[in-house]
């Protein structure tokens, strides 16, 4: 069963550039994705579509039934609380700890103190972070930071979640144990992980489906991939 339809999809910017065009993707529920390209491929605009941080031009980007382009602004929380996010730059809140900060994404959707308690709990120990509830953020090595974050992601327990070059500031050791937790949160969760990433590394380790794109378009899509040439 299809979780993402991306149906003839073109992205073009106000300042004329083209960023995706002609996009055709269909992602299974359940899927571990690689989305993989060189700068300028539409990585990052092909995830911003997919939680409706930018629209298409063009077509149709169906997430779980919804279609994203045709969502009004006020009703773009129903698509966010069925996906999770994950950036680059980690984006937490440094004044509160590591608890806190897991805690706020479901305080933020009103629900109750012990639901909280019993999802946040869960969730860190997802992450191998149980032990660093009362931490913040300034008292954790990047690679905890960014398994804070994805804490926080998976929380509600989306049905998707997105990471933006969730390894780019993180070193290769660091870099794979991120990639470990990601791994299994797509295995015991069932979560759909969809992955933009310039690691060759990663990718080839991995052995999962990999999307390439090149100047906006697709150039392959594998169900066991490698960083192919393409994506440079």
């Known amino acids: 069963m299809d979780l993402i339809r991306v149906r003839n999809v073109e992205k073009k910017y106000k300042n004329g550039v083209t960023a995706i065009y002609d996009l055709n993707l269909a992602i299974e529920k359940g899927s571990f994705v690689f989305v993989i390209g060189g700068s300028g491929s539409g990585k990052s605009t092909l995830i911003k579509m997919l939680y409706r941080e930018e629209k298409p031009t063009k077509g149709q980007v169906i997430v779980g039934g919804l279609d994203v382009a045709k969502l009004k602004d006020k009703k773009v929380y129903k698509l966010r609380r069925k996906l999770g996010i994950v950036f680059q730059d980690y984006r937490l809140l440094q004044k509160l700890t590591v608890y806190e900060n897991v805690a706020f994404a479901l305080e933020c959707i009103g629900e109750k103190k012990d639901d909280i308690r019993v999802k946040v709990l869960k969730a860190l120990e997802d992450v191998g972070l149980k032990n660093k509830v009362h931490s913040y953020p300034d008292q954790l090595s990047g690679g905890e930071q960014q398994r804070v974050s994805i804490a926080r992601a998976i929380v ?77």
């Open 156 to 232: 509600n327990n989306p049905k998707l979640l997105l990471c933006d070059e969730p390894t780019g500031n993180l070193d290769p050791e660091k870099s794979m144990e991120i990639m470990k937790v990601l791994n299994d949160i797509n295995k015991n969760r069932g979560t759909t992980i969809i992955m933009a990433t310039h690691d060759e590394k990663i990718v080839n380790k991995m052995k999962k489906q990999v999307i390439t794109l090149k100047d906006g378009h697709l150039v392959n899509f594998k169900q066991k991939g490698k960083y192919e040439n393409e994506a440079i």
